[in-house]
């Protein structure tokens, strides 16, 4: 596969491609010079609902359907579990000013305001501060639907938070590099993103359960990163990753019962507990990739 028109490595602006997946409505390029993986055409998909399946941003029928009380539970649940590792990774959020990227429908924003003496939030999908808005109504105020960097002035953060969002980014490089000029100092950012590295992989596994109709990947993500890409793209927008690792998916029960949106029968959550006991998703690289990194 060769260079596409406009097609060039978000990462480092290489234009020789080569084909990693292919859907029904794009294909994955990866860059032969760093590995990055990306979606081509590069933008981000929006207003994409077939029959909610997709779970896109912007359909109103996809908030009543796929935000529900039983998945804000889980939600909550999955996030408390966040919270512990985000302390642990980047310090703690008692006493700290923080800033989410990315709030979504407001469960980690919700634990994060309850401990921070200080937190703003920006969520630019309009369905997503709309289900904020419903299920935690003092939220509302304190995060602003906007697309960072907008709606900052020229406040600084001790934390700075951004949990699956750096898939969906255009110019990820220039998304952290905008982060990183956010921290104040001795402040940290704390990123979770899918790791992509074996996307064949990944990809049969989200066929299987049914995931994402005719697509390999998430509708909206355009950008798919692996460990060796992320930490480039940490270094790359002025970053110094402090840590940098995996945490288990398909091991959670209550992440896969989010994901499926279903409960597990005794059978499919004691395969979760293999697989966490075990580690074998982590050695095949199908885990969330977790960092923490600071200004370098």
């Not at 399946?53 to 939600?75: P, V």
């Not at 000013?97 to 305001?113: D, I, K």
């Not at 002035?153 to 490089?173: I, Q, S, T, Y």
């Not at 019962?257 to 966490?276: H, I, V």
């Amino acid at each position: 596969m060769s260079a596409a028109p406009g097609g060039a490595c978000p990462l480092c602006g290489g234009a020789r491609l080569r084909e990693a997946a292919r859907g029904a409505a794009s294909r994955v390029a990866r860059c032969e010079g760093c590995a990055m993986m990306f979606r081509l055409p590069y933008a981000a998909a929006k207003d994409r609902c077939e029959d909610c399946r997709d779970r896109c941003l912007d359909d109103e029928k996809c908030l009543d359907a796929g935000y529900s009380s039983a998945f804000l539970s889980a939600r909550l649940e999955v996030d408390r579990v966040r919270l512990e590792r985000l302390r642990a990774w980047a310090g703690p959020v008692r006493g700290a000013r923080v800033l989410e990227l990315g709030a979504g429908v407001g469960a980690l924003a919700s634990l994060l305001a309850a401990e921070a003496a200080e937190y703003r939030g920006l969520e630019p999908s309009p369905l997503f501060h709309r289900a904020l808005s419903r299920s935690f109504p003092a939220l509302a105020l304190r995060v602003e639907r906007a697309r960072f960097p907008e709606g900052l002035g020229a406040e600084r953060f001790d934390l700075v938070v951004a949990v699956d969002v750096l898939p969906f980014v255009e110019d990820p490089v220039a998304f952290l590099r905008a982060a990183r000029e956010r921290l104040a100092e001795g402040g940290r950012l704390y990123l979770e993103l899918p790791n992509e590295r074996l996307l064949g992989l990944r990809a049969a596994a989200r066929g299987a359960l049914g995931l994402y109709a005719a697509e390999p990947v998430h509708p909206g993500h355009i950008n798919f990163f692996a460990p060796a890409t992320l930490r480039a793209a940490l270094e790359r927008a002025g970053l110094r990753p402090l840590r940098l690792g995996q945490v288990t998916l398909i091991g959670d029960p209550r992440r896969v019962e989010m994901t499926l949106r279903r409960p597990l029968g005794p059978l499919a959550r004691s395969g979760c507990a293999l697989l966490r006991w075990s580690r074998l998703d982590l050695l095949l690289q199908q885990g969330n990739l977790v960092a923490a990194a600071e200004a370098a």
